[in-house]
């Protein structure tokens, strides 16, 4: 079956750094997004990841090791903000998304 | 408008109404997909329609009822529905997968069903 595995609640201090790891096996694999949902609102698409290594986007970065079936989001300088759940999402052999149960993020000052 | 736009916000329905739910997008894509989002699980995809047409239905009760008359539009209509339906149910919208390609989805806000 397809599965991805990320952790249901991680809790880290305001202006510290964040890693969320989000696991995964799936049938084929076209890419790895990360997304963010705040309560109550939509997904908003934060990166993509289809090669091997670290994609840097201002305060986010996310890294893929397709070999080991792996991904991380790191959040860097965390603001109050940044409290929101992250959903890793999986494209497989047939270009749909397989997610995660999400990540829900609490940020204490 | 821009992006992606659902209607309504909130619905209530009893279980033998019947009413439907409006997804328009504004990005010039070509696929749009209904989500189902229950608390503490993972997004369900219901349905796929990529340049106007199904492909994907996922095994989603007869009760849900997608359409799609133009690559804008799509709505899923509603009907008999049980207490196990209240969710959120999210649009989203991408580029159709031609080849190759990481296209991302961009979502609506979503409709907040509950049924009583």
């Known amino acids: 079956g397809q599965n991805i595995d990320q952790p249901t609640e991680m809790t880290a201090t305001e202006g510290a750094i964040v890693q969320i790891n989000c696991t995964y096996q799936?049938?084929?694999?076209?890419?790895l997004f990360w997304y963010q949902q705040h309560a109550g609102e939509a997904p908003t698409f934060l990166s993509y990841?289809?090669l091997d290594g670290l994609e840097e986007k201002g305060r986010f970065s996310s890294f893929l090791s397709r070999s080991k079936g792996y991904s991380y989001l790191l959040l860097k300088e965390l603001q109050m903000k940044d409290s929101a759940s992250y959903l890793c999402?999986?494209?497989?052999?047939?270009?749909?998304?397989?997610w995660g149960a999400g990540t829900k993020l609490i940020i204490k000052p | 408008e821009t992006g992606v736009t659902q209607t309504p916000r909130h619905l209530v329905m009893g279980m033998t109404n019947k009413k439907s739910l409006k997804c328009e997008q504004h990005?010039?894509?070509?696929?749009m997909y209904w989500y189902k989002q229950s608390a503490k699980k993972p997004l369900e995809l219901m349905f796929v329609?990529?340049?106007?047409?199904?492909?994907e239905n996922n095994s989603v009760p007869s009760r849900f009822s997608p359409e799609c008359p133009n690559s804008s539009h799509l709505f899923l209509h509603l009907h008999t529905l049980q207490p196990e339906d209240s969710a959120l149910y999210l649009c989203?919208?991408?580029?159709?997968?031609?080849?190759?390609?990481?296209?991302?989805?961009?979502f609506g806000p979503g409709t907040r069903l509950t049924v009583t």
């Open positions: 329609y990529s340049l106007e047409e199904r492909v």
């Open positions: 990005l010039g894509h070509n696929a």
């Open positions: 990841n289809v």
């Open positions: 799936t049938s084929g694999f076209n890419g």
């Open positions: 999402a999986v494209m497989d052999s047939n270009y749909q998304l397989i």
């Open positions: 989203a919208s991408s580029q159709a997968h031609i080849g190759t390609g990481g296209y991302e989805q961009y």
